[in-house]
């Protein structure tokens, strides 16, 4: 703006830093409201993360602890635990919990709990000795898809588009 006119400021969602608003991307929070981001890459990031914790906090009430409707303090209690484990991803989070379903489905039929916290601290506590796994074994599919997809085909012509000549070999020379 050099025209002297000042730009309005707003604040980017995950650093809550002030900037032009003509810098950054404009999208929709989890409430509903007007946010802004960096780019659209961190917006659709944003968006992907609330849906992996909706998606978390529905397998852990509904699929794991047998509820019909999510009560506000065990949502609560989802949300606290999942943030202990916030080093990483949602997704992350959220695959773990599905590779380690059987064990935590049979330890919740075997043991005797006597309380729902007891019961999301043993859940989490089963989640956070298997996350480390499950997030090497996730980042090596992402690095080797990755690289896959980096690979070029294989193509016998050089860079100016004509085949290369045959080199002749020398039989003899080799001894």
């Keep these: 703006m050099g025209d002297g006119t000042l730009s309005r400021m707003v604040k980017e969602w995950t650093t809550k830093e002030s900037y032009p608003v003509e810098q950054l991307y404009k999208g929709i929070n989890s409430r509903g409201n007007v946010a802004y981001f960096f780019s659209e890459e961190d917006y659709k990031k944003y968006i992907s993360e609330i849906e992996y914790m909706h998606k978390i906090t529905e397998f852990v009430a509904y699929d794991i602890l047998g509820f019909k409707t999510i009560p506000g303090s065990i ?101």
């Design 75 to 175: 949502g609560g209690l989802i949300g606290k635990k999942v943030n202990e484990l916030k080093p990483y991803t949602y997704e992350v989070i959220y695959e773990t919990f599905l590779k380690c379903a059987k064990s935590i489905e049979s330890a919740m039929r075997s043991k005797n709990f006597k309380s729902d916290w007891n019961r999301l601290a043993y859940i989490f506590a089963i989640i956070a000795n298997n996350i480390n796994d499950v997030n090497r074994q996730i980042s090596s599919q992402k690095a080797a898809a990755a690289k896959e997809a980096k690979l070029p085909e294989a193509d016998d012509t050089d860079i100016g588009g004509r085949k290369p000549e045959p080199k002749p070999v020398d039989y003899l020379g080799a001894y």
